[in-house]
């Protein structure tokens, strides 16, 4: 079943279910070397104890060693003495605290690089249909009369303005001769209003000047030379001829270049042909770009006209919806991963609560009580919590732009600019708090409800 709707949500149907078997041998591996792998070390390490170790308890919890954190809290004069304590009782035991920290830090490194990749995937289609000044795009099969193609849209219903384009694969032929991959070429009158890509250098193309090239972000990072002012030389079927880089817009998701439609007809000889149509309607809805393009694909079917592709801009916009199945699946392992942290919490809580039984009698001789004993414990969980989310913090970037650069290259073929969410950066300090705070209640109140008779028949 959650194959079944993962399948939904991305759009595809599963024809075949069947569990791989390196899958899951993999999960039998886990779940047995992994108990062992953790338990080795504590196991190992009371292994070596020698009797008169064990007996004197030289190593027992309640030996203090004193490094730079001792240090550093006695040369803090303004800090509470409570938080001192539960800063001290922190770093005592730190191998156990180091696994702590790993599942706390992996879950919060996790939850705000996952938010800012949905983010960055967000931007990223923003992008490309900030470009986009039309509602719905078609490209034919051939070039087809334009005024033909321009009369037939304008019967529909809904259309307000039509526009016809050339479409081309164009590749850079480098001074070596060597061919680089190809890119669309989009043939656009320089007056138009449907194609307003950014420019970040140079300038947009001049009706009275031929041979002019601009290309977005997407192109320029796949062909360096391509740089505004310079003259390139690329190969569009057979034609090969130099032209000159007017101008680099921003990224687009894939690479284009735009050329003037008086230059395609030259290229192409089809004099007033197009094979992309594009298409602005009276309504920039979902369901009323989604009856213009049905009926305009009808209109042009009926005409015995070839289409090979069609879009609109509202269904560009809800592409990032389709990836959030992804999103939620990967948020779910933080979930896992926060829950096994906070239970790892209240286990190391627990222990170090019983390890300092005796120190806890003292405290409670010195007149502490059980309430001022419940912040102690409550006071280092937190502690414990918020290094956590400071390690977590310092990898998600890290992360996330790894994150960006695999889901990026794989879905969108080209890396994401990674985005660092600041809300979930907040958010995941609340849950971490509250994660600190209800691992550390039980243990807490175990703590509170010791008397100064249970510690001194304390004989751990």
Excluded: C
């Amino acid at each position: 079943p959650v194959a079944r709707r993962v399948a939904e949500g991305i759009n595809f149907d599963i024809t075949n279910f069947h569990l791989p078997l390196l899958t899951l041998a993999l999960q039998i591996l886990a779940a047995v070397l992994m108990p062992v792998a953790v338990a080795a070390f504590p196991i190992l390490a009371g292994a070596r104890l020698t009797i008169r170790e064990a007996i004197s308890d030289a190593n027992a919890a309640n030996t203090v060693q004193r490094g730079f954190i001792d240090w550093l809290l006695v040369h803090v004069k303004e800090m509470p003495q409570l938080l001192k304590i539960s800063i001290r009782n922190t770093f005592r035991r730190k191998g156990r605290l180091a696994l702590t920290f790993a599942a706390l830090s992996l879950a919060g490194a996790m939850f705000i690089a996952i938010a800012g990749i949905r983010q960055s995937l967000h931007q990223a289609v923003g992008e490309i249909t900030a470009a986009l000044g039309y509602d719905v795009g078609i490209d034919f099969a051939q070039p087809y009369p334009a005024d033909q193609l321009e009369r037939l849209a304008l019967r529909v219903p809904g259309v307000e303005q039509v526009e016809s384009w050339g479409i081309v694969d164009a590749r850079h032929v480098y001074q070596d001769d060597r061919l680089s991959s190809s890119f669309t070429l989009l043939a656009v009158p320089p007056t138009t209003d449907m194609a307003r890509p950014s420019i970040t250098t140079g300038g947009w193309l001049s009706p009275n000047e031929s041979g002019m090239l601009f290309v977005n972000a997407d192109t320029r990072a796949r062909i360096p030379d391509m740089v505004a002012g310079t003259n390139v030389r690329l190969r569009i079927g057979g034609d090969e001829r130099t032209w000159t880089v007017a101008g680099v817009g921003s990224r687009e998701l894939v690479a284009v270049g735009y050329i003037d439609y008086a230059d395609f007809e030259r290229i192409t000889h089809l004099d007033g042909y197009a094979n992309r149509l594009v298409v602005r309607t009276a309504d920039s809805s979902f369901d009323f770009q989604n009856t213009v393009e049905q009926d305009l694909l009808k209109q042009y079917n009926d005409g015995g006209m070839q289409i090979i592709n069609s879009a609109t801009t509202a269904k560009r916009k809800q592409a990032p919806g389709h990836l959030d199945v992804v999103i939620g699946l990967l948020m779910s392992m933080t979930i896992i991963i926060a829950v096994v942290g906070g239970l790892g919490l209240a286990i190391t809580m627990g222990l170090n609560v019983m390890e300092r039984t005796r120190e806890i009698g003292i405290l409670r001789s010195l007149g502490a009580t059980g309430g001022v004993v419940r912040r102690t414990v409550i006071g280092e969980g937190l502690v414990i919590g918020l290094i956590s989310w400071a390690i977590g913090t310092v990898l998600s970037i890290p992360l996330g732009i790894w994150l960006g650069n695999s889901l990026g290259m794989s879905l969108l073929a080209r890396p994401l600019d990674y985005i660092f969410s600041v809300a979930a950066l907040l958010i995941w300090l609340a849950l971490v708090i509250l994660i600190a705070v209800v691992a550390s209640l039980i243990p807490a109140h175990h703590a509170a409800q010791l008397t100064i008779r249970d510690t001194l028949a304390y004989a751990g």
